[in-house]
């Protein structure tokens, strides 16, 4: 997926339990919609402390719009779209360490994991 820059302060802890990772599925949901919420989604589990997102946008497969671009089962749009919206957002991005695909078992090429820097008001 890709790597941002983190700071040294910022550790990444890719073994976080499930249970402390805030999850968003976005199935069923159009590209605008879907952008919207995950940009809400960040900006508030960021500002809430949490280090560990799911983010499951699906892989498209089981679309059974083939004339809607935005849901088209060939272009898969929001598992491609997402993360580019994120990389995309200088705001998002100041706050992610990394982004990832997510374990087989989370949701694999059907979701991603976004790893979240440490948000001062919760270090002091």
């Known amino acids: 997926m890709g790597n941002i820059k983190p700071k040294e302060s910022d550790l990444l802890n890719e073994n976080i339990e499930i249970n402390k990772v805030q999850k968003l599925d976005l199935h069923g949901f159009s ?7 995950v940009e809400d989604f960040i900006v508030k589990s960021f500002n809430n402390g949490y280090k560990k997102l799911l983010i499951v946008t699906g892989k498209g ?34 706050k992610i360490i990394k982004i990832s695909e997510a374990d087989i078992k989370h949701g694999g090429e059907g979701a991603i994991n976004i790893f979240l820097k440490n948000n001062n008001k919760f270090t002091k």
């Open 61 to 94: 497969s089981r679309s059974k719009s083939h004339k809607n671009p935005y849901l088209s089962e060939k272009l898969s749009v929001l598992k491609y779209s997402v993360p580019e919206y994120i990389k995309n957002d200088e705001n998002l991005t100041s």
């Open 31 to 37: 590209l605008i919609e879907a952008n919207k919420m």
